[in-house]
Each structure stands twice: as C-alpha cells, then as structure tokens.
C-alpha cells in the first residue's frame, strides 16, 4: 500500500507541478548556473548506494587553494529562497517513482556516515529513506544528530500508512512556516561526526 501511495502521489505531483517545476529549473539555471540538478549518492534501505536528485542551490565558488568555499558562502539568496520553502527537494519525486526512496521515511544523509552510526543509529536503514520524515516534523534541522536518529528509529519501529498521512501533513504546516531550516548558528546541518561516547 505504501508503494503504490508513493507512486501515484509522485506521479501526480510531477503532472501538477510540471510547471513550476520548469520555472524552477529556469531560475536555478540563470541564477546559479549549470547544472541546474544537484545528483549526489546517497544510502538507501538497507544503506544500497543510490543517486538522489535536488536542484542545485550554492554555487561552486573556491578559494586559491581550489577547494570549495564553507556553505554560507556558496549559498545565495535564491538557494536560501529554494531551501527554505522545501523547493529544492522536488526532483526527488522521480527518485520516489523509480523506488530508491519513498514519501516518507529517515532522510537519506551522507554515505561517508555510513561506519559512524552505532548499532541503534545504524537501523534508520531498515526502510526505505524518505523525502521528508518523523525527524523533519519534529525539529528538522534545529535539533541534534543524536535526536535525529533517535526519531528515525522510532519511525522504523511505528512506521503506518495513517503515521505517513500525519507527517506528509505536518510536512506541509513546516514548509509553509519555514520551521527548522537550518540549525542554529549554521546555514544547514553540521556534519555528523559520530558518537561522542
């Protein structure tokens, strides 16, 4: 049920956000360049490396060392526009629909945490990561890694049909409200470290 839920909401989000969607593309094109989708791997269910698609929101500025510029600096006024609205997230919709990951679920992070996460942590990967989840609608990123992985546990253990229902509801209360964007004092989320202990 899930699966065909995620399905026929992707499908039909892409059929009514089309337009957008080009326009988006348009924009991310003029204002930040090429290419306009950012493609990174990431874990997927059961940490199965797969290519996740956004549209791109910082630029590729370097320094005289040739290494990439901190985020705050590389993220212009439209890529904040883009995140904190949720915009640039929309091309995962066709990752939804090919299967790597599904509406709901622990967001899929970096594949370099991967060895950091302890034995609990480690089971956000016995489902299918998701576009948004149980960590997006309580705090997003204003709260800690380890309260993180502690609500996508949780998740795995309740995950229902009617709890996905809440959260892609919740979902849309937190884009609206531009709640939880980035964590205090960064743009985005620190990196994950692993475990102090």
Known sequence: ??????????????????????????????????????RQQRPGLHGE???IYKFRSMTDERGPDGKLLPDAERL???G????????DELPQLLNVI??????????ALLMEYLPL??????????????????????????????????YDVWYVDHHSFLLDLKILWQTLL???????????GHVTMEKFRGNSR
């Open 1 to 38: 049920m899930k699966r065909l839920f995620d399905l026929v909401a992707a499908i039909s989000g892409l059929c009514l956000l089309w337009p957008i969607l080009l326009l988006l593309a348009l924009l991310v094109r003029i204002k930040l360049g090429s290419p306009v989708l950012f």
């Open 49 to 51: 490396p797969f290519y």
């Open 76 to 78: 212009p006024p439209f």
């Open 80 to 87: 904040v526009f883009l995140r904190r609205f949720s915009l």
């Open 98 to 107: 090919k299967g790597d990951i599904s509406l709901v679920g622990p967001r």
């Open 117 to 150: 996460y302890n034995a609990d942590q480690a089971r956000r990967h016995d489902v299918r990561p998701g576009i948004t989840g149980w960590a997006q609608v309580n705090g997003r990123n204003a709260i800690s890694w380890e309260e993180k992985f502690a």
């Open 174 to 184: 937190k884009v609206v409200r531009s709640e939880g964007v980035a964590q205090s």
